[in-house]
């Protein structure tokens, strides 16, 4: 009678197991195609914004740069309070902030409401350049100049 039951937990656990193996599988075979999708939209934009750059656009590299960390920011957040973020989203949702304290947008009421409660990161603890950035005087300037 033992040596049934033991049998039977035994079918069920390499079923069970088998049964999530598969799930497991068909999620990432979901999942792979759309980040495959978002990963060569990336390059393309990045790739225009190189060529802009390339042609002595600064002020429209800027502006696409611009407008893709904003709605990242923006996805990041997703409506989530600040505490239900990750440690990492938290950062990358600080350093946005940091940015745009210094170049404010000038048509994203919603990003700008959805960074208010995000704490400032100190600059010490940026990057170099983000470091550099955020400690330069603007002299009222918010975009950078053309070459």
Same mark, same amino acid.
């Given at each position: 009678? =033992? ?15 088998? @049964?999530?193996?598969? @799930? ?8 792979? &195609?759309? =980040?495959?999708?978002?990963? %060569?939209?990336?390059?393309? %934009?990045?790739?225009?914004? =190189? +060529?802009?750059?390339?042609?002595g656009d600064?002020?429209?590299?800027? +502006? ?20 239900? =973020? ?32 995000? &704490? ?7 990057? &170099? +350049? ?13 975009r950078p100049?053309? &070459?």
């Open positions: 009678m =033992l040596s049934r039951f033991a049998a039977i937990v035994v079918l069920a656990l390499v079923t069970f197991g088998a @049964g999530y193996a598969l @799930g497991h599988r068909a999620a990432l075979g979901q999942t792979m &195609p759309l =980040l495959a999708a978002d990963t %060569q939209f990336n390059l393309a %934009q990045r790739i225009e914004s =190189l +060529a802009k750059l390339r042609l600064v002020t429209g590299a800027v +502006a696409d740069l611009e407008m893709f960390a904003d709605g990242a920011a923006l996805n990041l957040l997703q409506g989530r309070s600040w505490a239900d =973020l990750e440690p990492g989203v938290q950062r990358s949702i600080q350093l946005a902030k940091a940015y745009r304290s210094k170049f404010p947008p000038t048509n994203n009421d919603t990003l700008v409401a959805s960074l208010l409660p995000v &704490p400032v990161l100190d600059a010490q603890s940026c990057s &170099p +350049a983000l470091r550099v950035l955020l400690e330069q005087s603007t002299g009222g300037a918010s100049r053309e &070459p």
